[in-house]
T-cell receptor
Framework: EPEVTQTPSHQVTQMGQEVILRCVPI?????FYWYRQILGQKVEFLVS????????KSEIFDDQFSVERPDGSNFTLKIRSTKLEDSAMYFC??????????FGQGTRLTVV | DAKTTQPPSMDCAEGRAANLPCNHS???????VYWYRQIHSQGPQYIIH???NNETNEMASLIITEDRKSSTLILPHATLRDTAVYYC?????????????FGTGTLLAVQP
């Protein structure tokens, strides 16, 4: 069964460093998303991406964040200068137009 | 998207049916009801969705009231592996806004 895969499963980084979280969406999907979940809190929408551009973003997704689809298979989330409060699980998801989204297993980002 | 209300927690005996309620009294005519679950800190897992007719798949059944103001997710024979947080989400199917707004969900604890 097709699935969304994310790497790495766990990333530890020092405050101020740049991190790139990687995702391989399901191959025939055209809509891509990033969500995050701070420990003990709700799953929060960050950004959606379609046709090589951001289609929607939340207030959380500020200038420190960027997304990219560098090739035909990968979808990345970059955090330019990490802060302690960026520590969270980051989930990538993908979908066909308007249909249910399928999520990856997440990357646990720990900023120290 | 319409707001949903779910009980914070429920218990169910292993092997019995788990019935998880959701209220969505402000749902509009073009909004679907989606159910996801999250096991521990894994990525949210799609379960089922529906508009107004009852739906069934290999995982669960979804019963939507005639006025569409509430719904029930039914896991027919709950197992210990069904212990998770279950999210009821209302959104437009096929709309330009594809994001999912997660609430706090219902923590279902399946007891042996």
């Amino acid at each position: 069964e097709p699935e969304v895969t994310q790497t790495p499963s766990h990333q530890v980084t020092q405050m101020g460093q740049e991190v790139i979280l990687r995702c391989v969406p399901i191959s025939n999907h055209l809509y891509f998303y990033w969500y995050r979940q701070i420990l003990g809190q709700k799953v929060e929408f960050l950004v959606s991406f379609y046709n090589n551009e951001i289609s929607e973003k939340s207030e959380i997704f500020d200038d420190q964040f960027s997304v990219e689809r560098p090739d035909g298979s990968n979808f990345t989330l970059k955090i330019r200068s990490t802060k302690l409060e960026d520590s969270a699980m980051y989930f990538c998801a993908s979908s066909e137009r308007g249909s249910q989204a399928f999520f990856g297993q997440g990357t646990r980002l720990t900023v120290v | 998207d319409a707001k949903t209300t779910q009980p914070p927690s429920m218990d169910c005996a292993e092997g019995r049916a788990a019935n998880l309620p959701c209220n969505h009294s402000t749902i509009s005519g073009n909004e679907y009801v989606y159910w996801y679950r999250q096991i521990h800190s894994q990525g949210p897992q799609y379960i089922i969705h529906g508009l107004k007719n009852n739906e069934t798949n290999e995982m669960a059944s979804l019963i939507i009231t005639e006025d569409r103001k509430s719904s029930t997710l039914i896991l027919p024979h709950a197992t210990l592996r069904d212990t998770a947080v279950y999210y009821c989400i209302v959104r437009v199917y096929g709309g330009a806004t594809n994001k999912l707004i997660f609430g706090t969900g219902t923590l279902l604890a399946v007891q042996p």
